[in-house]
């Protein structure tokens, strides 16, 4: 199985793939790549409508010539320069939070804090760590606050500190079943102005009894796995100088 980067001529196979509309993993089969390489190349470099190997290709060679003098910085955001196992993970999460909707800079800073040792990074740790502008950080932190997706807090000398809460996951998780419930609602009100002898009327009647029951489901496993979440926070260990 090949390794390493994508070639050029890879790079060609997956703008072809995705012009022949293959599913990812079909282009990753012929290309005998793992899919997570093929999806996060295309999630990376203008998504499957915008992909173009040709760009794509240059954008790498960027992406690596940025990297070059940036070791020192990953190491002291508490990153192992030479870790490319951590890297790759890092950049497969943000491909994650992205194909459900997140834009990519905000996708990336999710993806640090996550992965960072303490779970919480400063804004000039953040920019060492992804070696982008503080501006982009500040604009990414910004959005994902207004989502309440990241929590700030002050540290001992007084600096602004992000993580990512755990109770987060639950949140989305209710946020998940509320609009799950909501289409369930709207669904039965199709049924009761088509008429439930109908055949439309009887098919959203079926689409609003399968959401009701989804919806139901994912709140009740939610809260009795919400404990998870406080296991976890009464189990980590103490952050240096607390």
């Known amino acids: 199985m090949p390794g390493g980067r994508l070639t050029q001529q890879e790079r060609q196979q997956i703008a072809q793939g995705l012009g022949d509309g293959l599913a990812y993993a079909e282009i990753a089969r012929r290309l005998e790549r793992p899919?997570?390489?093929?999806?996060?190349?295309?999630?990376?470099?203008?998504?499957?409508?915008?992909y173009r190997a040709d760009l794509a290709q240059r954008a790498t060679g960027h992406r690596a010539a940025r990297r070059r003098p940036a070791g020192s910085a990953g190491a002291a955001a508490g990153q192992g320069p030479g870790d490319e196992a951590v890297r790759a993970y890092e950049e497969t999460l943000t491909t994650v939070f992205m194909a459900s909707g997140t834009p990519r800079m905000m996708a990336r800073v999710m993806s640090a804090l996550l992965t960072s040792e303490s779970g919480s990074l400063t804004a000039g740790e953040l920019v060492q760590r992804l070696q982008v502008s503080p501006a982009s950080i500040s604009k990414a932190v910004a959005f994902l606050e207004s989502q309440d997706l990241v929590r700030r807090d002050r540290d001992e000398r007084r600096r602004d500190r992000y993580s990512i809460d755990d109770d987060v996951w639950y949140q989305s998780m209710m946020a998940s079943a509320r609009s799950t419930a909501e289409i369930a609602v709207t669904a039965r009100q199709g049924t009761g102005i088509l008429g439930a002898?109908?055949?439309?009327?009887?098919?959203?009647?079926?689409?609003?009894?399968?959401?009701?029951?989804?919806?139901?489901?994912?709140?009740?496993?939610?809260?009795?796995?919400?404990?998870?979440?406080?296991?976890?926070?009464?189990?980590?260990?103490?952050?240096?100088?607390?």
């Open 35 to 50: 899919t997570s390489t093929v999806t996060r190349e295309v999630m990376r470099n203008g998504g499957p409508t915008g």
């Open 197 to 242: 002898d109908s055949q439309a009327g009887a098919r959203l009647e079926n689409i609003a009894r399968f959401l009701d029951y989804v919806s139901e489901s994912l709140v009740r496993a939610s809260d009795q796995a919400r404990d998870i979440l406080s296991a976890q926070r009464s189990a980590t260990p103490p952050q240096p100088g607390a």
